[in-house]
């Protein structure tokens, strides 16, 4: 099951969520408040992400590869967990001194999602959204790799 765990464990380190929306704000967040409001985005749709990921592996064994369809199933399902997160943090007024690494991160993740969707079995070479989850930690997110 090494592959279904490495599937599962990205599922888990996609999970988006939070507040979808214009840009309301007229003046930034302090870095330590957009820190935590977007970890927060993260971590509430961890669920989400799970869930997915059982749904779509429900009959892979521990020491089998979910098929073709399966992932195919599991790209579907997080493709709007992913987006939702997109959406959540570009919705917020990040501080300026972040701007350029939450753009960053923002085009790197929705580069790797529309990648992963255009070819789900990308999802069986590790973590296909790598370079988000890079980007994530270079802004200090703990709960969002």
Do not use: H, Y
């Not at 279904?4 to 507040?19: D, E, I, Q, R």
């Not at 927060?40 to 779509?56: D, H, M, P, V, Y």
Request: with cysteine.
């Amino acid at each position: 099951m090494t592959v279904t765990v490495g599937v599962v464990a990205v599922a888990g380190g996609l999970a988006f969520g939070g507040v979808v929306g214009a840009r309301v704000a007229t003046k930034p967040m302090s870095e330590k408040q957009w820190r935590k409001t977007t970890n927060r985005i993260c971590r509430q749709t961890e669920a989400l992400a799970g869930e997915a990921s059982n749904q779509a592996f429900a009959g892979v064994g521990p020491d089998e590869q979910p098929s073709i369809e399966q992932l195919a199933a599991w790209v579907a399902l997080i493709e709007p967990v992913v987006q939702q997160r997109i959406d959540s943090i570009d919705a917020l007024k990040e501080p300026t001194a972040l701007k350029k690494k939450v753009n960053k991160l923002l085009k790197t993740t929705q580069s790797e999602l529309a990648a992963l969707v255009a070819d789900p079995s990308r999802g069986l070479e590790g973590n296909p959204l790598s370079g988000a989850a890079l980007a994530s930690k270079k802004l200090g997110l703990k709960d969002c790799a």
